[in-house]
Structures are given as structure tokens and as C-alpha cells.
């Protein structure tokens, strides 16, 4: 049979349609392109049409005639989400880390102290590739049973050049294995070692003269990320890797102002980063920047959630003209979730994001932070056919009944890859 595919009367089909060559900003990220009892057809993996099922009919008859049917009756149907920030390559778990914030311990004097980020490093070091794999795929598996697509995959635990590869070649095969698609960042400025905690400066060069060239020549990444924060990468030292990056055609992404304010925002801006990620404590001075410099802001909200912080205060990121994507940020120590649907919780509940919003936020917008809405985070003529099909009436109740997996099937390039909640082999 053909690849095709036809997915019959959804209550909401929601297309998010319009924004693929600019991302969705101010009243616009509301704008989700809802058609009630749609349709949308898909052949060799591309939508040909969306519609009503009468429209569609008119001119495609014989090719539903040939079509798998998914009847979506009762149901929404949304483009495939997109997660746009991502560590999930990594081995190992944190769940002692979690007791001692439990009991007090702040996030970051664990990871001083040699834990933390240092922790996973040190497990991510000694597993084999195979057992990376292994542990990666079964978090990639959850992820797509929750209506993830594709995400964005850094490296950053392994910290040697040696490691670093190893993960990412890790994330080049799971690319080529897995039902989701994975877009890798090099992330090679994530923690300073502990050997070089005295020297700094020491580890930067080895990013820039020795891991940044090898990973593009390897083609092993399209971005460069880096954690700016206090006691990690100073905003210069940060400006330095990303400038060096984009030499290397990485384009900049940024781990900005998480735990203080301390100029991430604006380092984002000034290299014109794709996007600027976490943001917790922006400065208003920050987002101003990054809104004028159309530097998308990729908000965490499960790391809030987690770390039991502020959020990031993303109406005031909407207002001021910021494009805004949401992520699970999905790591072993600050956000070890992989359910975006919860993370969509969060941005209503606490960062007063509108059920619409928090929809173009992990599609479309989300797309644009990867630099994939070419392709993806939209239901339109010419895009991949990537769907999610929600067990919910309308998609208010995706925001109502929160902390729940209301995924239902999942269309990965026009095949169906999960159904009734379970995976296809
Ligand atoms: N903040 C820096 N990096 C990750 C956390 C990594 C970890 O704790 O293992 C983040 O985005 O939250
Ligand atoms: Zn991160």
C-alpha cells in the first residue's frame, strides 16, 4: 500500500498554520488555525491537503480510497510537539541530589561540590556507547508514547573531546533508529571539569581549539550551546565559544540567566543566538534585547518546577514581543521529566500563558528554536506529516486535566507510530 494516510474528522484540528517563515508573537501565539471536524491528508510522508472531510473529498477521493484511515472523531489532532531543548543522551540518575535539595541544598553548591552536572559527567564517561544508547532509547521511547516528534539533543556530559563524541554520535544514531527525529547541539561548555576549576580560560581554548572543530568537521551538530551562570561560563567566555561556534556554522544558543540575573539574556542578543533558554531571572533590560534581536526565548518551566524557583515570566516575554517556545529541558538533575504535555501545565498555571500559546510554544515556535519550521511544527500543504492525536474533546482540556497522558496515536512522517498508547515495531 501507498504511504498514505488519511486522518478523518477531528474535533479540533489544529494546524497552527501561518508562522513557518516567522515565528508566532504577541496576540498571534494565540492564533492556533483551529478547523472543527478537520481533516488532513498525507502521502509519502507530506501533507498533501487539510480541511473539512467534504473539502478534501472533492479533490482527493481516489487517494482516500487507497488511504490508512485514522478516524480522530471525539479527538484533537495537533502537529507532532516539538521539544527544542533537551539533554537526553546521558547515563546514570540524580534521585540522591533531589533528597538533599529536599533537605535544604542548593542546586548549584551540589554541583561545586563535584555532583551535579559533574555526577552525570562521570556516569555519561564510563558507560559504553551501547549502554547510552540503550538507557537514551528507552527516555526517547516515553517521549514519543507522550506525542514528541522531534526534539533537540545536546551533548555537554561528556567533557572530554573523546566523550563528547561518543555522545553524539550516540544521538546520530538514535536519529537514524528512532521514530523521533533528533536535531543535535554541541554542548561542550556545560560545566568547567573540576581539573579546571582553577583554570578556567584553560578549557575554554579546548572547546574552541579542539572540541568545536572536530564536532563540525564531524558534522556532528547544526548548534553550539553554553551555560552562562555564575561559577560556570562567565558572559564573555560564553561570547567567545558561541563567536568561535559560528565560524565553525554552529549557530549560537545560549543557557541564560537560570539561577540570577547575570547577563545571559544579553550576551543572547548580541550574537544574535537563535535562541536563549531558561531565563529565569532575565533582566527586563535582557528581554528588550532579545525581543528586539528576535532571539527566541525557550522557556523550562519543569526546571521552576523542579528546583522549586521562580519562573520565567514569560507573559511579560509575550507582551514585549519575545517569540516564546516551551521545552522539557528533560535532564537527570534539574528536570528529569520527559512529558511535555505537563510542561504545557506549567505555562498556564504558572507562567500565565493561554491554553493556545502554550500550543504554538512546543510547536511551532518550538520548530523555529531548532531552525526546523521549514519542515515541522505546522499542519500545511508541504510539511512533514508529523501528528498528534490527544484523547481529548477540545484542546482546553489538554491544559484542564493536567499531568496526565492524553497522547493517544502519534504519525511520524506519515506513519502511524504510536496507537491506542502503544508503540508500533
Ligand atoms: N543548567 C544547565 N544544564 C541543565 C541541567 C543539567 C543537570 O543538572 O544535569 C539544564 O538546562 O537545566
Ligand atoms: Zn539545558
Same mark, same amino acid.
Given at each position: 500500500m501507498p504511504n498514505v494516510l488519511y486522518i478523518n474528522n477531528a474535533a479540533e484540528l489544529i494546524t497552527v498554520k501561518g508562522y513557518s517563515d516567522i515565528p508566532a508573537k504577541k496576540a498571534a501565539m494565540s492564533e492556533i488555525g483551529i478547523i472543527k471536524n478537520g481533516s488532513v491528508l498525507s502521502k509519502g510522508g507530506k501533507i498533501i491537503a487539510v480541511g473539512t472531510d467534504e473539502e478534501i473529498r472533492k479533490e482527493h477521493q481516489d487517494l482516500i480510497d487507497q488511504a490508512e484511515i485514522v478516524d480522530a472523531t471525539g479527538r484533537i489532532v495537533t502537529p507532532g510537539l516539538v521539544d527544542p531543548h533537551t539533554h537526553i543522551v546521558y547515563a546514570g540518575t540524580r534521585e540522591n541530589e533531589y533528597a538533599m535539595r529536599l533537605d535544604g541544598k542548593a542546586y548549584m553548591d551540589i554541583m561545586n561540590a563535584g555532583g551535579g552536572i559533574h555526577a552525570t559527567t562521570r556516569a555519561t564517561q564510563q558507560a559504553t556507547s551501547a549502554e547510552l544508547y540503550e538507557q537514551s532509547k528507552n527516555r526517547l521511547d516515553k517521549m514519543l508514547?507522550?506525542?514528541?516528534?522531534?526534539?533537540?539533543?545536546?551533548?555537554?556530559?561528556?567533557?572530554?573531546?573523546?566523550?563528547?563524541?561518543?555522545?553524539?554520535?550516540?544521538?546520530?544514531?538514535?536519529?537514524?533508529?528512532?521514530?523521533?527525529?533528533?536535531?543535535?547541539?554541541f554542548m561542550g561548555a556545560h560545566a568547567v571539569p573540576m581539573d579546571y576549576k582553577d583554570n578556567p580560560e584553560v578549557f575554554v581554548d579546548i572547546v574552541i581549539n579542539e572540541m568545536l572543530p572536530v564536532v563540525a568537521e564531524k558534522n556532528l551538530a547544526v548548534f553550539n550551546d553554553v551555560f552562562c551562570e555564575r561559577g560556570v561560563f562567565t558572559p564573555e567566555q560564553s561570547r567567545r565559544i558561541l563567536e568561535a561556534g559560528k565560524k565553525h556554522g554552529l549557530k549560537p544558543k545560549i543557557h541564560a540567566d537560570e539561577i540570577e540575573p547575570y547577563g545571559g539574556s544579553e550576551t543572547a542578543a548580541e550574537v544574535n543566538a537563535i535562541s536563549a533558554d531558561h531565563l529565569l531571572r532575565a533582566s527586563d533590560k535582557g528581554i528588550q534585547m532579545m525581543a528586539e534581536n528576535d532571539v527566541i526565548g525557550?522557556?523550562?518551566?519543569?526546571?521552576?518546577?523542579?528546583?522549586?524557583?521562580?519562573?520565567?515570566?514569560?507573559?511579560? #516575554?509575550?507582551?514585549?514581543?519575545?517569540?516564546?517556545?516551551? %521545552?522539557?529541558?528533560?535532564?537527570?538533575?534539574?528536570?528529569?521529566?520527559? %512529558?511535555?504535555?505537563?510542561?504545557?501545565?506549567?505555562?498556564?498555571?504558572?507562567?500565565? #500563558?493561554?491554553?493556545?500559546?502554550?500550543?504554538?510554544?512546543?510547536?511551532?515556535?518550538?520548530?523555529?528554536?531548532?531552525?526546523?519550521?521549514?519542515?515541522?511544527?505546522?499542519?500545511?500543504?508541504?510539511?512533514?506529516?508529523?501528528?498528534?492525536?490527544?484523547?481529548?474533546?477540545?484542546?482546553? #482540556?489538554?491544559s484542564y486535566q493536567y499531568g496526565m497522558n492524553h497522547a493517544h496515536t502519534v504519525v511520524k512522517k506519515g506513519k502511524v507510530v504510536v496507537a491506542d498508547g502503544h508503540i508500533i515495531k
Open positions: 508514547l507522550n506525542g514528541i516528534t522531534t526534539i533537540e539533543a545536546k551533548s555537554g556530559y561528556g567533557l572530554t573531546t573523546e566523550h563528547e563524541l561518543k555522545q553524539l554520535e550516540v544521538a546520530k544514531k538514535l536519529n537514524k533508529d528512532h521514530q523521533i527525529d533528533l536535531i543535535s547541539t525557550v522557556l523550562l518551566p519543569g526546571t521552576a518546577f523542579f528546583l522549586m524557583a521562580e519562573y520565567a515570566e514569560a507573559r511579560k #516575554m509575550i507582551d514585549s514581543g519575545m517569540a516564546v517556545a516551551l %521545552s522539557t529541558d528533560a535532564n537527570p538533575g534539574s528536570s528529569p521529566t520527559l %512529558s511535555l504535555q505537563f510542561i504545557m501545565n506549567l505555562g498556564c498555571l504558572e507562567m500565565g #500563558m493561554n491554553p493556545k500559546e502554550v500550543i504554538t510554544a512546543t510547536t511551532i515556535n518550538a520548530a523555529h528554536a531548532i531552525d526546523a519550521a521549514d519542515r515541522i511544527g505546522s499542519i500545511e500543504v508541504g510539511k512533514d506529516a508529523d501528528f498528534t492525536m490527544f484523547d481529548v474533546k477540545n484542546h482546553l #482540556m489538554l
